[in-house]
């Protein structure tokens, strides 16, 4: 039996991916190993790789890694074939259209900032909309608020950045939520072992509705 | 030229020299030569043919991966990624009920765009086999045996998966009988995605737990041999996997919840053949039991297909990227 490779995605996913993973039996890296700026950390039977949460599905997808947690968002922006049998009971949000003040609605002559071109394109040629899609790589809502685009596509948790910028809440693309991904050849050859990670994944999530 | 075009290759292609040549050559006369103990005869096949006769048959996936042009006669012709469909047009219009069964090998390179896949290469070898003319579940595991055994003729104790697209098919009918909301059930069954399956009352309890286990990957083929409208064909499952028992050139895993996305000529068994390491898929295949129907001759048939490529590289470099240390 091989040692599983599992992609974490670092930032606000990291600490409730791990703590999730640990209660379905994989041993997680120590709290003195996470504040090493080490990125990857061996148990007996699991390897913990630390990743951009936009490259989890990538090491997913070639095979560098057999499975991992990845938002719904980065999912859909790299097109990912691996199985998603896992939704998380956290990191919650969605992924919307947010126009400036007196923006009004998409349409073709809008320009949409976003960090999801992929999305964002499939989104709007589903409309029927030539609208120019401007890639950006973080503080999206910024665009819209210097006016360098009339609208933005990008996750919202509270909605408080787009209240603070008077912007326009629009459009829910997608609830967004974490998944568990898993790589279809290693799901298919190592298949007793993930399917008893999934029913102890399930097992938690239900313990963890209950007692909510 | 540009300087760059004269040291590089178009995308996905290169040559192989010697010592790569070498091995190939040896793996091939290997499995070639246990082919023919099995009295398998060669065939060989076009490197282009016409997109038309090919059209209802492949998946949308593999078409969208072929190369197209148009030849000189104002064709639209398709450089060969899918010699099992060849085989049945080249040989179900003459087929006799005397000649079968028949069983034939082919080998050759295949152009596919892998566009998805790192550095994938996109003209592959391949050998593969055709057993035409029995449907039997011993036919099923001559198949599933023979491609095991091809694969340790190379050196390789491969992980071999097996299903059957029956069951999917079955469940997925049980659900519910409208069109959209059967692609869209299988669209969540064939990526595991549990929380975008979107099931009627009307399908039952029993149907949409089964459902929802088998996109968790939690149903097991008791769950498919005991549920009524798959019953039939877990039952053959089982019985694959009993007769399996007995070979030890591979590990043979009854997967009965892999379901494909919709499209393809399969039938009945479909198997994949894994690298034990690396988890490459080397070799894939099963049974399409209508496809030589709709070139002519209604028969049965069932093969597969090895890629050598992917079988070299596990030999020459077992520890994939997944097993060297960082």
């Known amino acids: ?212 | 030229m540009t300087e760059s075009r004269q040291r590089t290759y178009p995308l996905g292609v290169r040559p192989i020299l010697a010592d790569e040549a070498a091995r190939r050559r040896s793996i091939e006369s290997r499995i070639v030569e246990e082919l023919e103990k099995h009295s398998f005869r060669e065939i060989i096949l076009p490197i282009i043919d016409f997109v038309e006769p090919y059209e209802e048959v492949l998946a949308r996936d593999v078409q969208r991966r072929s190369y197209r042009f148009t030849d000189r006669e104002g064709d639209l012709v398709s450089v060969r990624s899918d010699f099992t469909p060849m085989i049945a047009r080249a040989i179900a219009p003459s087929l006799r009920p005397e000649d079968l069964p028949m069983r034939l090998f082919y080998r050759g390179d295949v152009i596919r765009a892998e566009a998805t896949r790192l550095g994938a290469t996109r003209e592959l070898f391949q050998i593969g086999a055709e057993l035409i003319g029995l449907d039997s579940l011993e036919s099923d595991v001559e198949i599933l045996t023979l491609a095991a055994r091809l694969l340790a003729t190379a050196g390789v104790r491969p992980v071999v998966t097996f299903s059957d697209v029956r069951i999917a098919e079955r469940l997925i009918e049980s659900a519910t009988s409208d069109d959209e909301e059967r692609r869209a059930v299988r669209s969540a069954l064939s990526d595991r995605r549990p929380s975008d399956l979107r099931i009627t009352a009307a399908a039952g309890s029993a149907t949409a737990d089964l459902l929802h286990r088998t996109a968790t990957g939690t149903a097991t083929l008791d769950d498919f041999a005991t549920y009524p409208p798959t019953a039939e064909v877990g039952e053959r499952l089982r019985a694959i996997e009993r007769a399996l028992r007995s070979c030890e050139e591979a590990e043979f895993l009854a997967t009965p919840d892999d379901i494909d996305e919709a499209g393809g000529y399969y039938s009945g068994l479909r198997f994949r053949l894994f690298t034990p390491q690396s988890r490459v898929l080397v070799a894939q295949g099963g049974r399409y039991d209508g496809l030589y129907r709709r070139f002519g001759t209604d028969t049965p048939a069932t093969g597969f297909t090895l890629t050598v490529d992917h079988l070299d590289a596990e030999r020459s470099d077992p520890r994939s990227s997944r097993e060297r240390q960082p």
């Open chain 1, 1 to 212: 039996m091989s040692v599983l490779r599992v992609a974490i995605p670092k930032g606000r996913l990291q600490e409730p991916a791990l703590r999730a993973l640990a209660s379905a039996g994989l041993e997680p890296p120590t709290a003195a190993d996470l504040q090493t700026r080490r990125l990857v950390f061996s148990r007996p039977d699991v390897e913990w790789i630390f990743v951009k949460d936009c490259d989890v599905p990538v090491y997913v997808e070639h095979g560098a890694a057999d499975l991992g947690v990845a938002g719904l968002d980065q999912i859909l922006e790299h097109e990912s074939t691996a199985y998603q049998p896992i939704t998380f009971p956290f990191g919650h949000c969605r992924l919307m259209v947010i126009a400036a003040p007196g923006a009004g609605s998409i349409d073709s002559a809008a320009k949409v900032a976003s960090k999801y071109p992929r999305v964002s394109r499939n989104y709007l040629d589903a409309r029927g909309l030539r609208t120019e899609v401007v890639t950006l790589g973080g503080s999206v809502e910024l665009a819209a608020v210097l006016h360098l685009t009339s609208h933005v596509i990008d996750l919202v948790e509270t909605g408080e950045t787009a209240r603070v910028h008077h912007l326009e809440l629009q459009e829910t693309i997608a609830e967004i939520a974490p998944r568990l991904i898993i790589g279809r050849n290693v799901y298919r050859t190592e298949s007793s072992r993930i399917r008893t990670l999934i029913a102890r994944l399930e097992e938690s999530a239900a313990r963890e509705a209950a007692s909510r």
